[in-house]
């Protein structure tokens, strides 16, 4: 392309080939401003559209370029130009920078973009810093390249550095890739309800490149590095849905009318306002326990922090209902019998269980002491 530039201004002096060059360029540069111009402020572009993004960030670089493009064929139909090795330099390192730039706010849009959501905003700057990490160190190669600059010592160094920084910040490194890999599993995410397998349980408020905060029920924050999280059971009350499911025992006495006591249960369950309509209240007899009949009472809440409460509204109206309805609570029970003087009691020998012992009465019992 700049071999035809050149060979289609040679009929005319220096002079007049570079100014038109630079005209040329100026009014290429003009148009596509003014078409990047016009295509901003169509109304079939959105706001937070890609399409607009992209030509928000490139059409300034694109007529830049333009322009710098001509600058570069003008000092190239100037022969034995003072100082033309640092002046096509430059303007290729400017155009190089331009474009880094141009990619990084790109892609930086993109990424949050994309990722629209509340953990998304607060991961979104972690992949942006990534990207503008690889832009910046791949400008700063090209940059050398273009001025001639041995890079062999360069990458030398730069591998020596990568594996002492690697073993000195091995943890921070591990906690980075680590919170990379929790997003993308989508493991929780800000809001949700966790618990940890170390048995602590909380509310994400914070999740950051090297560690998660959880706020705990007594407003307690817990920091825990991404890398723990990452290699750990964590278990995610608030996905995929926020509602939960709440079982809560309720043993009453043996003799009482069971249908009284579901009826009674269900009641207080479909009148409890934090408990979900769909799906309906049940009660399930689990067990004939020790001492009493096991009921258990399953409902729905919509949201898993509001457990604690709902199981103290149920605890306090279901106590209620049972005394109205005369049902009893019993509480664990055992029967001791003692024996009076002129009781018998047989004993068998341990060395022989088919030979029987003599009967023996509480009598002939020897008296502690």
């Known amino acids: 392309m700049e071999t035809a530039l050149v060979e289609s201004f040679t009929g005319f002096s220096i002079l007049i080939q570079v100014g038109l060059v630079l005209v040329c360029s100026i009014l290429a540069a003009k148009i596509i401003k003014t078409l990047g111009s016009a295509a901003l402020k169509r109304s079939g572009l959105g706001k937070s559209g890609y ?4 030509i928000e960030e490139i059409h300034a670089p694109l007529y830049i370029s333009v322009f710098l493009a001509g600058v570069y064929v003008s000092t190239q139909l100037v022969e034995g130009l003072l100082f033309e090795f640092y002046i096509t330099n ?26 629209d959501t509340r953990a998304g905003r607060e991961i979104g700057p972690l ?55 929790l997003y993308l599993d989508n493991t ?16 994400v408020i914070d999740m950051t490149i090297r560690s998660t905060t959880i706020l705990t029920r007594d407003n307690i924050a817990i920091t825990v590095p991404n890398s723990v999280l990452n290699s750990t059971q964590v278990v995610n009350e608030s996905a995929p849905i926020r509602r939960r499911r709440i079982r809560l025992n309720v043993g009453v006495a043996y003799g009482s009318n069971l249908d009284t006591v579901e009826e009674a249960l269900l009641v207080v369950a479909s009148e409890e306002p934090l408990v979900l309509d769909s799906p309906n ?44 309805d005369e049902i009893k609570i019993p509480f664990p ?37």
């Open 281 to 324: 209240p049940v009660v399930r007899f689990r067990e004939f326990a020790d001492s009493a009949i096991l009921a258990q009472v399953q409902c729905f809440i919509d949201n898993p922090a509001l457990r604690g409460r709902v199981r103290h509204r149920l605890i306090r109206r279901i106590d209620e209902r049972f005394h109205e």
């Open 127 to 181: 992949f942006r810093n990534v990207l503008t990490f690889f832009v910046v160190l791949g400008s700063v190669f090209a940059l050398l390249s273009v001025w001639r600059i041995d890079i062999t010592p360069l990458l030398a160094s730069a591998g020596v550095i990568g594996i002492v920084l690697g073993i000195a910040a091995r943890d921070t490194i591990g906690n980075f890739f680590a919170g990379i890999s």
């Open 333 to 369: 029970q055992q029967e001791v019998t003692f024996f009076e003087a002129g009781n018998t009691i047989s004993f068998e020998h341990a060395t022989d269980p088919t030979e029987e012992s003599p009967p023996i009465t509480v009598d002939d019992m020897p008296e502690r002491n």
């Open 90 to 115: 430059t303007v290729v390192s400017a155009v190089l920078l331009l474009w880094a730039y141009a990619v990084t706010q790109v892609g930086g849009r993109l990424i949050l973009t994309i990722n």
């Open 188 to 203: 929780y995410k800000n809001g949700d309800m966790i618990q940890l397998e170390s048995g602590e349980r909380g509310t």
């Open 51 to 54: 399409d607009r993004i992209i």
